[in-house]
């Protein structure tokens, strides 16, 4: 029986991430065997705040690589760590079926964000997630917070942090949910581009591979990533300029939801546009356009101050 190597990173998550994979890949019944093969990453050993490092695919590139050399024959990912300038011999051969996009809130108390104490520190990396923080509650302190998902957990039972943000996507991989009080509606709280789903990739000149991982692609989840992807790309947000954005596929139709903010959170610009699951990157490329019409690149310019503001918290 043919033997698979597959990469990924080495953290319980990412473990996790492909185990559901490849649990999809073996009901289809292929007739062979997977070998998994962690790999470390930049983003594994260096461990300042994520929006310190102004570099895309940290959590990405080591695995990827080992994929183009050959050393692996295919590698599973959050699709949010996978920037959308591969490799031109790697594709994203398959999205499977995407888990919730959605933020949470974890604390020890059962306390809701509007419940929280004034004062109270509430812990994330995410500069998207903190804005957000701040503008519905300017009484918090929001500080910066690294580590995996356990640690940033653990960190919160410990007393470190009051209370942290985290994706509700990775909770449930790792058998988590019960730490959940609240999980933020996507309108209120927007999610990141690509939050909730797994990207394989693979060689592109890999027919075979390809045709064999397309057997557990989610179309409807493709779609909504398409659209994101193609939004992200023509507004170029970056690590430093927090950009929400989440699409929403039903029948044939998709409606793509953006917001991007200030850095101080006192102005934000939303905006919605419905198109066809047949062209997600057409709508993408639309909201991109009003976004940027509306003033989205003016706001974009006052975020590098805000990042060394920032630093100074860590």
């Known amino acids: 029986m043919k033997t698979i190597n597959v990469g990924t990173r080495g953290s319980r998550l990412a473990l996790a991430q492909t185990e559901i994979a490849l649990a999809a890949l073996k009901k289809a019944r292929l007739g062979v065997n997977f070998n998994v093969v962690t790999i470390s990453t930049r983003g594994d050993v260096d461990k300042r705040p994520l929006f310190t490092m102004d570099e895309k695919g940290i959590f990405e590139k080591e695995v990827n690589e080992a994929v183009r050399k050959g050393e692996v024959d295919f590698a599973v990912h959050s699709l949010k760590d996978v920037p959308s300038e591969l490799s031109d011999e790697l594709v994203v051969a398959c999205i499977p079926r995407r888990a919730s996009p959605n933020d949470v809130l974890v604390n020890e108390k059962g306390l809701k964000l509007k419940e929280l104490s004034p004062g109270s520190v509430v812990g994330t990396s995410s500069l998207r997630r903190a804005v957000q923080l701040i503008r519905a509650r300017p009484d918090l302190k929001v500080r910066p917070i690294r580590g995996n998902v356990e640690t940033r957990v653990k960190k919160v ?94 029948d044939d139709r998709i409606v793509l939801y953006s917001s991007v903010f200030s850095a101080d959170g006192t102005k934000s610009l939303k905006v919605s546009k419905t198109g066809s699951m047949a062209e997600p990157e057409k709508l993408g490329i639309r909201v991109a356009d009003t976004l940027l019409k509306q003033g989205a690149g003016k706001l974009a310019e006052g975020w590098r101050d805000a990042v060394e503001e920032w630093n100074k918290r860590i």
Do not use: H, N, T, W
């Open 157 to 250: 039972i410990s007393g470190e942090y009051d209370a942290v943000v985290l994706a509700e996507a990775g909770l449930s991989r790792l058998g988590m949910k019960d730490v959940i009080v609240q999980r933020f509606s996507i309108r209120d709280f927007m999610p990141a581009p690509g939050q909730g789903a797994i990207a394989i990739v693979c060689r592109r000149d890999d027919k075979k591979m390809m045709d064999m991982l397309k057997k557990i692609e989610d179309p409807k989840s493709r779609a909504e990533i398409m659209a994101e992807r193609a939004l992200i790309e023509k507004v170029e947000g970056g690590c430093r300029f927090p950009l929400g954005a989440v699409a929403v596929a039903k």
